[in-house]
């Protein structure tokens, strides 16, 4: 494995209204470096920040609703790459949009969003659980793809 020493890139790109970048998947190799365990331990801790952030009404206000509702999510991330289709059997087809059409996702809920998956995704980065190189990959995709969730002006 190549834990490279090149700088992580967590610039977020604008958001621009009406335009649904492409997307690229996350690097399988994400997956592997942290296994399904690391990847749920990931969202875990994501939820439980979203649930501590300036975004938190849109998210479950019961802990340990937010804590399944992270579970989901994770079974979508190791789905999303390459391992097993947990959402599909739980949830159903991903249909992402549409499954955030109920909530206000604004630029700026966007802007919290990503900075609290950049804080979950520090343990990783300092004990050296994926290369460079796969967290950017993971890294590029949720930068990408969290455009196209955006919904509401303000
Ligand atoms: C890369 C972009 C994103 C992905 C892949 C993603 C993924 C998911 C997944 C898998 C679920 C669970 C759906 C289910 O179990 O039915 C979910 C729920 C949700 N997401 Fe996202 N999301 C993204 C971006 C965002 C953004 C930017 C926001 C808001 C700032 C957001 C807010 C929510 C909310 C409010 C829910 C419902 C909470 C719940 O599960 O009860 N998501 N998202």
């Not at 997307?23 to 920040?49: C, S, W």
């Not at 802007?111 to 967290?135: D, F, G, M, R």
Request: hydrophobic share 35%; glycine share 6%; with cysteine.
């Amino acid at each position: 494995m190549n834990f490279g020493t090149s700088p992580l890139d967590f610039s977020i790109l604008p958001y621009t209204e009406g335009v649904n970048p492409p997307v690229t998947k996350p690097n399988p190799a994400f997956l592997h470096d942290i296994g399904e365990k690391g990847m749920r331990d990931l969202l875990d801790r994501f939820y439980m920040g979203l649930f501590e952030s300036p975004i938190k009404d849109i998210f479950p206000q019961d802990k340990e609703e937010m804590k399944i509702a992270g579970q989901h999510s994770a079974d979508f991330f190791i789905q999303i790459c390459g391992g097993p289709k947990y959402f599909n059997q739980n949830r159903g087809a991903p249909q992402m949009r549409g499954r955030h059409a109920p909530f206000h996702i604004t630029p700026n809920a966007r802007l919290h969003w990503l900075v609290t998956y950049e804080e979950a995704l520090q343990p990783i980065i300092k004990e050296k659980q994926s290369s460079q190189e796969n967290i950017q990959s993971f890294w590029n995709y949720l930068n990408v793809f969290s455009q196209w969730m955006v919904n509401s002006r303000d």
